[in-house]
Antibody, heavy 123, light 108 residues
Framework: EVQLVESGGDLVQPGGSLRLSCAAS????????MGWVRQAPGKGLEWVTN????????YYVDSVKGRFTSSRDNAKNSLYLHMNSLRDEDTAIYYC????????????????WGQGTLVTVSS | DVQMTQSPSSVSASVGDRVTITCRAT??????SAWYQQKAGKAPKVLIY???SLQSGVPSRFSGSASGTDFTLTINNLQPEDVATYYC???????????FGGGTKVEI
């Protein structure tokens, strides 16, 4: 059974830092793109970052570029999100998700999601 | 990034009704889409991928289609358990990101 379990969410002051973790199990972690998606309270879904299977390519939404860094440890089946210079608007539930490629179409979608971890940025 | 403009933002329907939700790709083109269902307090769940392919285990009353740059999710025979917020996602231009539409809240 595929499982993604996030941890590390907390209350942090503006300007502070936090590291989120996502523990993966039930599939060959090193074979998949992985990503983080966030959802501010009462708002919609926003993709944050995607990281390639070997970590050689990483992409970020403009609002977090230069502040957030994604990484992965394939030996530990783990995904990480390092967040610096946190702002009030970063307050959200952060979900870890597996990216699946449909080979017939070449399209991508997120087929498994964790339960999310809450990050609150407030003084 | 390709942006997805989703409508309506909310819809109220009766049990047994057909509900249609639309997304339009802007600031670029997208050939493919995916659709997600998010129930209150839960993580999103994929319903449709590659525009019209039904994810395993999803009831057949859910279907997806496309016409040009417009993508549609149809829920036939609406059931009480379908109360949720639905999101589209562009699925063609990757990397960098796979952007979502703004969401549609479906109520009964």
């Amino acid at each position: 059974e595929v499982q993604l379990v996030e941890s590390g969410g907390d209350l942090v002051q503006p300007g502070g830092s936090l590291r989120l973790s996502c523990a993966a199990s039930g599939f060959n972690f090193r074979s998949y793109w992985m990503g983080w998606v966030r959802q501010a309270p009462g708002k919609g879904l926003e993709w944050v970052t995607n990281i390639k299977q070997d970590g050689s390519e990483k992409y970020y939404v403009d609002s977090v570029k230069g502040r957030f860094t994604s990484s992965r440890d394939n030996a530990k089946n783990s995904l990480y999100l390092h967040m610096n210079s946190l702002r009030d608007e970063d307050t959200a539930i952060y979900y870890c998700a597996r990216l699946m490629e449909d080979y017939a179409s070449g399209s991508y979608y997120r087929d498994y999601w964790g339960q999310g971890t809450l990050v609150t940025v407030s003084s | 990034d390709v942006q997805m403009t989703q409508s309506p933002s909310s819809v109220s329907a009766s049990v047994g009704d057909r509900v249609t939700i639309t997304c339009r790709a802007t600031q670029g083109t997208s050939t493919w889409s995916a659709w997600y269902q998010q129930k209150a307090g839960k993580a999103p769940k994929v319903l449709i991928y590659a525009t019209s392919s039904l994810q395993s285990g999803v009831p057949s009353r859910f279907s997806g289609s496309a016409s040009g740059t417009d993508f549609t999710l149809t829920i036939n025979n609406l059931q009480p358990e379908d109360v949720a917020t639905y999101y589209c996602q562009q699925a063609s231009t990757f990397p960098p990101g796979l952007t979502f539409g703004g969401g549609t809240k479906v109520e009964i």
